[in-house]
């Protein structure tokens, strides 16, 4: 009998506040450590927390961007337990009264469409940082704290329990990630924390109550969530196969072990004794404060709203529900392509294409954003002028691109009409010239011939290509495959 896997994730998106979410200290990153913890942030005698109305406004975004119902009246808690790096000795965080409850994520994968339910969405503070290395002369045996991100503003996300594998987790992760960004609560780096998941997974036959789960922490990477998951249902599975039991625990993920292992028993909300945090009052949301997040909201809209613009826009170019779930992978990817198809005149599917393909593993190669792009939408829509009026070949484009991005020449809008001419590469498209080439490549390959003449494709694609290598690839594939047909007759096709 086969199992099910059941995963639900908890997201901390920090949120894009100047400054912490109860004191006027800098949530910039990179400082020296301490040097952005004020009196609030380590607890200080005598000190009283004020909470943030940026950091509130974009919580109430996100809600409304979920369609989740926004609590008028939240309250603050304390969330109790000790670790070094908590000065306070508890967390400001909500539990019984959250800002944003309830809400959906949909998203595409590779099955369709999928809908995610969210439980809430709370405000709560950042702890601090334990550091184990780069301590200089104290390292040995030592670890220092940095509490520069204690009192940072962080929105958690709790999903339903929803989702049942890997690969749907990863592709709800990445659209959360996608929302945030969009809506500008949140920068999304992962790299420095903005943007971390924790996993709660756990394994059942299918239709039976839900198993026990645990909690793997901290996954700061996309590929991290799915190697963790991965990993840890598969230990799941083998230890109750073997007739063991699943101890609820929380667990961190090794990426240079790809394993998860014990970290400790996993706790539940009484450990933590919650109580509203007498120092803080309700948190009511005026009116002009709702206004303005929804304000907010209608001026960026969402990657949905965005997909949806486009199916209609481009409904006539053959552009995909996948593509544009990356086109609107951020607000600056989505202007790059309505910018790439404004200069090339039309040609939606091509620039779709492109984008989420040369450009994106160009992109994820050098890890830049496409802010940064090397390529610029005006030089990739005159390369792509060049496909379009059959100058040059699909191949070559690709080799003027690379071409493009160690250039350095973005600000030159016909750079590509340049290379075209130096290296000789517009595409050869005299008929006699190319039915001279493809005489010689079917009186070389005789076996192709008769291969196809008993109704094999392949060796006519074979030819094909043979035809363009006969070329230097800048022969057009469409004249080549007319000759050839011609030639050989229809058999086979």
Partial sequence: MSWEIVIGLETHAQLSTASKIFSGASTAFGAPPNAQASAVDIALPGVLPVANRGAVERALVFGLAVGAAINRRSVFARKNYFYPDLPKGYQISQYELPIVQGGCLAFLTREGEKTVRLTRAH???????????????????????????????????????????????????????????????????????????????????????????????????????????????????????????????????????????????????????????????????????????????????????????????????????????????????????????????????????????????ALNRDALDIGRSPVSSAQLAGLLARVRDNTISGKIAKEIFDALWQGGERGNERAADAIIEKRGLKQITDMAALEAIVDQVVAANPKSVEEFRAGRQKAFNALVGQAMKATGGKGNPAAITEILKRKLGSSGC
């Fill in 123 to 361: 405000l709560e503070e950042d702890a601090g940082k334990s550091l184990h290395e780069g301590l200089g002369e104290l390292s040995h045996g030592m670890s220092g704290i940095d509490l520069n991100r204690a009192g940072t503003p962080l929105l958690e996300i709790v999903s339903e329990p929803d989702m049942r594998s890997a690969e749907e987790a990863v592709a709800y992760a990445r659209a959360l990630h996608a929302l945030v960004r969009w809506i500008g609560i949140c920068d999304g780096n992962m790299q420095e924390g903005s943007f971390r998941c924790d996993a709660n997974v756990s394994v059942r036959r299918p239709g039976e109550p839900l198993g026990t789960r645990c909690e793997i922490k901290n996954l700061n990477s996309f590929r991290f969530l799915e190697r963790a998951i991965e990993f840890e249902a598969k230990r799941q599975i083998e230890m109750l196969e073997d007739g063991g039991r699943i101890a609820q625990e929380t667990r961190l993920y090794d990426p240079d072990r790809d394993e998860t292992r014990s970290m400790r028993s996993k706790e539940e909300a009484h450990d933590y004794r919650y109580f509203p945090d007498p120092d803080l009052p309700p948190l009511v949301v005026p009116d002009e404060l709702l206004a303005a997040a929804q304000k907010s909201l209608a001026a960026t809209g969402t990657p949905r709203s965005r997909q949806a613009q486009y199916a209609l826009q481009f409904a006539g170019d053959g552009v995909t529900g996948y593509d544009t779930a990356v086109l609107t992978a951020s607000r600056e990817t989505a202007s790059y392509f309505e910018d790439l198809v404004a200069r090339m005149g039309g040609g939606a599917k091509l620039a779709a294409n492109w984008v989420a393909g040369e450009l994106s593993a």
